[in-house]
């Protein structure tokens, strides 16, 4: 797999800030495995192989399942696999990823805040 442009050649400073805010995520407490589905799943909606490469491969060294990783893309259909927190961060996940669509529906915000705190 190629990288188009590499960010750290490109811009050293973007690239710090991405990490800070990496850093920022894994050290909140998140489950690393559901830190790992959410960076899959959001990997799946942009179509990025070097992304859904690196994660599904991060993913199974913290101990994720690999059925678990080959219905991620279906989760909705799949529900005995994932539990309800799983679930709101995979829609929350999906309304971030594309914002542009439709926002952040009520119902998945909704869904997301009873399962995270702020």
């Known amino acids: 797999m190629t990288e188009r442009l590499d960010i750290h050649d490109i811009d050293p400073t973007a690239h ?13 407490g998140l489950d690393p495995q559901l830190y790992e589905l959410v960076k ?9 192989a070097y992304c859904l490469d690196m ?3 991060d993913a199974r060294k913290a101990g994720e399942e ?9 989760w909705r259909e799949a529900q005995e696999l994932f539990t309800d927190r799983e ?5 929350f996940t999906e309304a971030v ?3 542009g669509d439709d926002g952040v529906p009520d119902e998945v915000w909704n869904a997301v805040a009873e399962e995270f705190d702020q």
Do not use: K, P, W
């Not at 899959?40 to 990025?48: D, Y």
């Open 55 to 57: 994660h599904t491969r």
């Open 87 to 91: 679930r709101a961060a995979f829609a």
């Open 40 to 48: 899959i799943r959001a990997s799946q909606l942009n179509g990025c």
């Open 66 to 74: 690999q059925r678990r990783l080959d219905v991620l893309s279906a």
């Open 97 to 99: 990823t594309r914002i």
């Open 16 to 28: 710090q800030a991405v990490l800070a805010m990496e850093r920022y995520v894994r050290e909140s």
